[in-house]
């Protein structure tokens, strides 16, 4: 607002109500309109964090007194293997639940949009989004039942001749994990998928027409057109599946329960058992705050580099 | 547009593959459910006496009368309650630029971030203070206060686009900020808080892991926290399993048939918009 | 999972400011320490009046549950109806108790079990699978004064010794902390078609004996033993593990760790022993391929569908064995290690105990005298649950209707005359099972533990959780 017309929306404001200044106000009634939700975000969400920070710093069973430890319990989170490899585990589920979705819904989009464009791209969309909408805990059901030794993976191995690799996917040290990422695969991949193809119907399509004149095949228009143009898409993908791997709770707690071991054991099914189960409210926690500040970590270089100068 | 041959068919077969591979899984156990009770059903294969029973079954053996109820319930308390109050954040923050709206969006936005590993302890200690535990209050309040982050930014986003014509002119007739708020852009933005209604609902039905820390009683918790408890009693039953998830799952899977457009279209202008 | 889609255009300096506004905000919080308002845990040992429930001042027979309505608040163990029907029962012959009953998972149930007896709303009656840790916090109620009120002292004495917990925090002696609803016997389940197949005419009497006809089984193409070692389930193989061990070494060092005396250790010559003939049992191929996802119920599907010869499992699954395979579901007690030994097996009792807090603890203690003592509680006893009623040494133990079950009562008696009655290791406190049996016993399957590994990491994991 310009001086003048702020000025003039005081004089209006001072008409109606002479004792009062016209923009405090404004300022005031504004800020109400803020404060019931910002009311709830603090208590139930800021408020929480801030007392996760605080119990980090304690050695506390939930019951009874509490002890001050100051950063021992980050010590024994950078230094108890367990703990450090709920760490690396999370990162490991990241290959599978943001590189792969992201890249193969890269390819899966392109080909919606450039063969697919009538009732097939319109089928693709709807089928392939539909994990995201059902309980991230019937997901892990579904697969749990599908991984065991005689689900349909199996089945579908001595189908073509594979049966010799038949396993308990879930149940096997070297392959829990990675199975726990095909479920990711699964879920997330619709989800990416519709997101680029949605930021491809925004480029110019004046940019694919020349190319075909050009006579480009599909992996040359994928290289130097699709991909470029999708920064933004690609950065909020890569967030979301990001953060789905970091914090991923209810698939791994309903698939395996963090085993077998502590192959699935991630930061989140880690925080839980911590908390509730071994009653060391203090390790969680700081393993707790340990997660988010890597979440963080990894996600401002990604929003950074995303960030489209040019729009 | 001219594309190859080849790479029509082959694009189309991609597309057909992965259609399959996404619903496979479902059709799994559908046939599963569908096996007499007590049994372990091999693979994919329709059984022999198709037992629909067991969707009723599972139904009552697992109280699922009890946990819509409660799951609508939770629904009904966060998501209006939150529809209004991200609504009227959005106006101020988007549209009437309050001074430190810029702080208040930073500060709404670090909320997307937020893994909730990383608040629902203290949450079940607060609960336990306040004396909420295991009711369904305990999963209501801090659901809407975890929504607000993408409500609000959401809320926002569509407001900071509105035309500054229309606010004008209702100032020039002497509006109060409420009038402008209630009477004018509300209305305007029925279509965005429909999408994030629908959306929210779908969360809110989905939500597991408040509701397995903050609530023992499965009958008190969203049919997603229930689902986790299911698993528990009827291990043994894989058909009745497999019914009782197919119930869980039917609900969202239909409003997002339903509401395709509106929910896709949400999810994502959330994030292409701002 | 918030599934979601946002864009950041970040300014560096705001979110720098953002950073150092949380962390102001933790500091500003850490004035007053956690726990300084939290509610305190239920009364001091010694018994207190429960509010609300029908006089707690002895009447004839002791505490009973009055003639007012009351409403037991109960937590079972999912899976098992022996206190679903118990529970009928007692309604049946108390009509003003009515049940709220609750249900869950045994891992689930032994993290939930503290979060529930500190909640608003504790219940009258909890399986317990794990006690110490509890009695500390003073979550459970002291049932001395229902000892006495109704002469549980007159039982055997080794029926009420599991349950006792002392002042130091040691168990087999000092204040009774929970009852059983019946005393358990574990052993190996055997499919009697299967085992005439491999040659079997008797139960082995050796434990060499017994490997040899594991190793008939593996060379008829047969699974020699079913188990469940999941991750949900907890790690069945834990019981052949627990079995060898007592048939290497004496039962009393392995007890003395279960009830956390000073200075015990698992870490022993003769269970390392134990634990290296498991780990040759696990590299011949006697356990399933895929026994890391098995979970305790796929087992018993399996096992009842002919998948397995052997099975070691416990005395509460006779009802499923006589549905599934009725008379030709046979029983043995784990064989010693020498001809002529000893006969040792896991035995505990069915573990119930009361809230510090309950609002019906009177009631909830006569439910408790009433399945010991009364007929019809110990019929339902024998038949539902499989195993023996326990209570007053003069009141003679039900037939059973199941042969299996004979089978077992019958073993049980052998077992009480060799006086080589055990706890499971697995609840020696509140987490070793969670969190040191089942992962170990899972990388040992997996080949990334050996026997001598998987020892030293569980006695390390039962020093650190007795150090907290």
């Known amino acids: ?311 | 547009m001219r594309v190859a041959r080849s790479e029509l068919l082959a694009g189309r077969a991609l597309l057909a593959v992965l259609i399959t591979i996404t619903i496979l899984p479902f059709l799994s156990i559908f046939t599963t459910a569908l096996y007499p009770s007590g049994s372990v059903p091999v693979g994919l294969s329709w059984p022999a006496q198709p037992q629909w029973g067991n969707f009723v079954d599972a139904f009552k053996v697992a109280n699922m009368s009890a946990l819509l109820a409660s799951s609508v319930f939770i629904v009904l308390a966060v998501v209006p309650i939150s529809l209004v109050i991200s609504t009227m954040a959005g106006f101020a923050i988007g549209l009437l630029r309050i001074p430190g709206a810029r702080l208040l969006l930073l500060l709404f936005v670090f909320g997307l971030t937020l893994p909730f590993e990383g608040i629902v302890t203290p949450l079940y200690f607060l609960a336990r203070q306040i004396g909420i535990l295991n009711t369904r209050v305990a999963i209501v309040l801090p659901l809407i206060g975890l929504f607000m982050p993408f409500a609000v930014f959401w809320m926002r986003a569509h407001f900071v686009n509105m035309p500054s014509e229309i606010s004008e002119a209702a100032r020039v007739d002497g509006a109060s900020a409420w009038d402008l708020f209630w009477r004018i852009h509300v209305p305007l933005a029925r279509a965005p808080i429909a999408s994030l209604g629908i959306l929210m609902s779908v969360w809110a039905w989905n939500q597991f892991l408040l509701a397995l820390v903050l609530v023992e009683d499965p009958t008190q918790r969203t049919m997603a926290g229930a689902l986790g408890a299911f698993q528990g009693h009827y291990a043994t039953d894989i058909p009745l399993l497999c019914a009782g998830t197919i119930l869980i799952l039917l609900p969202t899977l239909l409003i997002f048939v339903l509401f395709q457009r509106q929910v896709i279209a949400a999810l994502l202008q959330g994030s292409v918009k701002g | 999972m918030v599934s979601i889609g946002f864009d950041r255009r970040t300014p560096p300096k705001w979110s720098g400011r953002l950073c150092a506004l949380v962390v102001a905000a933790g500091l500003v919080a850490a004035c007053a320490p956690p726990g300084a308002v939290s509610s305190p845990a239920g009364s001091q040992g010694a018994a207190a009046t429960p509010a609300g429930s029908p006089s707690g001042t002895a009447t004839a027979a002791g505490p009973s549950c009055g003639t007012d309505p009351v409403e037991l608040n109960a937590y079972f163990e999912t899976g098992f109806d022996l206190p679903f029907k118990l529970s009928e029962e007692f309604t049946k012959q108390f009509p003003n108790v009515t049940w709220k009953i609750s249900q869950d998972q045994f891992t689930n149930l032994m993290s939930a079990t503290p979060r529930l007896l500190a909640g608003d709303n504790p219940p009258d009656l909890i399986r317990l699978p794990s006690m110490v840790s509890l009695v500390k916090d003073n979550l459970l109620k002291n049932l001395d004064e229902y000892v006495t009120a109704f002469g549980w002292d007159k039982f055997p004495a080794a029926q009420l010794a599991q349950n006792r917990v002392a002042t130091d925090g040691t168990r087999g002696s000092g204040s009774l902390y929970a009852a059983g609803l019946n005393y358990s016997l574990t052993g190996v389940f055997y499919n009697k078609q299967l085992a005439q197949q491999i040659g079997m005419t008797t139960p082995p009497a050796t434990v060499e004996e017994f490997e040899g006809l594991l190793a008939k089984a593996k060379t008829a193409k047969l699974q020699p033993i079913m188990i469940w070692n999941a991750t949900a389930s907890g790690g069945g193989l834990a019981f052949p593990l627990q079995n060898l061990m007592a048939a290497y070494g004496p039962t009393q060092p392995i007890n003395d760790w279960i009830f956390q005396k000073p200075g015990a250790t698992i870490d022993t010559p003769t269970n390392l022993t134990a634990a290296q003939h498991l780990q040759q049992w696990i590299e011949a191929g006697y356990f399933p391929k895929d026994v890391n996802a098995i979970e305790y119920t796929d087992a018993q599907s399996r096992f009842g569908k002919g998948e397995g010869v052997f099975m070691f499992n416990g005395d509460w699954q006779n009802a499923g064995y006589d549905k599934d395979m009725s008379s030709n579901a046979g029983f043995f007690v784990f064989p010693p290690g020498q001809a002529g030994g000893s006969l040792a097996a896991m035995s505990a009792p069915l573990t119930y105990g009361i809230a510090a807090k309950a609002k019906n603890a009177d009631c909830a203690a006569f439910f408790l005298n009433w399945v010991a003592t009364n007929d019809k509680a110990r019929e339902i006893d024998v038949a539902v649950g499989g195993s023996n009623p326990g209570g007053p040494p003069d009141l003679p133990v039900p037939q059973a209707t199941a042969p299996i079950t004979n089978e077992t009562l019958a073993a049980g008696a052998e077992v009480a005359k060799d006086n080589g009655a055990m706890d499971f290791i697995a609840n020696a406190t509140g987490s070793i099972f969670a969190q040191g049996w089942t992962p170990e016993l899972q990388k040992m399957v997996g080949d990334k533990q050996d026997a001598a590994g998987l020892l030293k990491a569980v006695q390390a994991e039962y020093e650190k959780e007795l150090a907290q």
Request: charged content about 15%; hydrophobic content about 55%.
């Open chain 1, 1 to 311: 607002m310009t001086q003048a017309r702020a000025a003039a929306a005081g004089r209006r404001e001072a008409r109606r109500i002479p004792w009062l200044q016209g923009i405090r106000r404004q300022t005031v009634v504004g800020w109400l309109f803020v404060l019931p939700a910002l009311l709830f975000y603090a208590a139930f969400v800021l408020q929480p964090l801030a007392l996760t920070v605080q119990y980090s710093l304690y050695r506390w069973d939930g019951f009874g007194p509490a002890t001050w430890v100051g950063l021992a319990n980050y010590a024994s989170v950078l230094r108890e293997p367990k703990l450090l490899e709920t760490l690396f585990n999370a990162f490991r589920l990241v290959l599978f639940f943001s590189l792969i979705p992201v890249g193969l819904g890269l390819v899966t989009a392109s080909v919606i949009h450039r063969v697919a464009t009538g009732r097939l791209g319109a089928i693709s969309r709807t089928v392939l989004f539909l994990p995201q909408v059902i309980p991230l805990v019937a997901a892990g059901i579904i697969w749990g039942r599908l991984l065991s030794l005689s689900g349909l993976i199996n089945q579908g191995l001595a189908a073509i001749g594979l049966g010799d690799v038949a396993r308990a996917w879930l149940g096997d040290f070297d392959t829990a994990l990675p199975a726990v990422g095909i479920i990711g695969i699964w879920v997330l991949l619709g989800f990416c998928t519709v997101l680029l193809l949605t930021g491809m119907t925004k480029i110019d399509e004046a940019l694919f027409e020349s190319a075909r004149i050009d006579g480009a095949g599909w992996s040359q228009e994928f290289r130097a057109i699709t991909v470029p143009n999708l920064r933004h898409e690609i950065g909020v993908c890569i967030t979301v599946t990001v953060i789905a791997a970091l914090a991923a709770f209810d698939i791994v707690y309903v698939a395996t329960g963090g085993g077998p071991g502590n192959a699935t054991a991630v930061p989140g099914i880690q925080i839980y058992i911590l908390a509730f189960l071994e009653r060391q409210v203090g390790l969680a926690s700081a393993l707790a705050v340990v997660l988010v500040v890597l979440v963080l970590l990894v996600i401002l270089p990604i929003q950074r580099l995303s960030r489209e100068d040019v729009r």
